[in-house]
């Protein structure tokens, strides 16, 4: 079975930092491009962050660059994001997802449009 699992979220205060981590197993993970989205409560879901297992190519939305950074394990079977300066703003469920034949930049640009699998979200709450 495939499986993608978020772990990571959490309360922390503005201008704190949390690590995502994203363990996934049932499908070739080196195959995939696996991201970070988020959904805060009335708004749409947003891509964050996403990595290209294939290349080590990443991307990540203009409203968390230069504070969030993806990174991959793939011995590991792992994605981690971190994220530093958080902001209130940042608060959301944060799901991780993979997609095959993506690349991170159209993942992240579509807010996830055909990504194959989702993993249940981690919730990060972010206290100004």
């Known amino acids: 079975d495939v499986q993608l699992q978020a772990s990571g979220g959490g309360l922390v205060q503005a201008g704190g930092s949390l690590r995502l981590s994203c363990a996934a197993s049932?499908?070739?993970?080196?195959?995939?491009?696996i991201g970070w989205f988020r959904q805060a409560p009335g708004k749409e879901r947003e891509g964050v962050s996403c990595i290209d297992n294939d290349d080590g190519s990443t991307d990540c939305a203009d409203s968390v660059k230069g504070r969030f950074t993806i990174s991959g394990d793939n011995a590991k079977n792992t994605v981690y994001l971190q994220m530093n300066s958080l902001k209130p703003e940042d608060t959301a469920v944060y799901y991780c997802a993979a997609g095959a034949g993506i690349h991170a930049i159209a993942a992240v640009a579509t807010n996830g449009y055909g990504m194959d699998y989702w993993g249940k979200g981690t919730q990060v709450t972010v206290s100004s």
């Open positions: 049932g499908f070739t993970f080196d195959d995939y491009t």
